[in-house]
């Protein structure tokens, strides 16, 4: 599995992107899919995920009240929108999938060795 991550770019605090992750090859059914993101210097933190079955959402506590994360099944593709965009949110992107069709909740977790295919990530700036 293959993911392709785009949206990223620079934006004034207070600005919003839309992120988009597709699978280029494959398809993102029975996979949960998590959006992780790592700022320079720090380690890859867990920003929001939703279940393939369910469309169970978890957010971080930075991300809660200001970013959305959603899916298109029928357009392969899952979207994370951030809103009231913060110097803070300055990182690169992941997405991540994990394949479990019945999982009622997801996890923000990073686990070493458990996800079916990640992407190459895209930049978010958030400067003025």
């Not at 988009?20 to 933190?45: H, M, N, V």
């Not at 951030?82 to 019945?102: F, G, H, I």
Request: hydrophobic residues 35%; glycine residues 10%.
């Amino acid at each position: 599995l293959q993911l392709v991550e785009s949206g990223g770019g620079l934006v004034q605090p207070g600005g919003s992107l839309r992120l988009s992750c597709a699978a280029s090859r494959g398809s993102l059914d029975y996979l949960a899919i998590t959006w992780f993101r790592q700022a320079p210097g720090k380690e890859r933190e867990g920003v929001s995920c939703i279940t393939f079955h369910n469309y169970s959402t978890n957010y971080a506590d930075s991300a809660k009240g200001r970013f959305t994360i959603s899916r298109d099944n029928a357009k392969n593709t899952v979207y994370l929108q951030m809103n009231s965009l913060k110097p803070e949110d300055t990182a690169v992107y992941y997405c991540a999938a994990v394949w479990n069709p019945y999982a009622a909740i997801c996890s923000l977790v990073l686990e070493t060795g458990r996800y079916n295919g990640w992407g190459q990530g895209t930049q978010v700036t958030v400067s003025s």
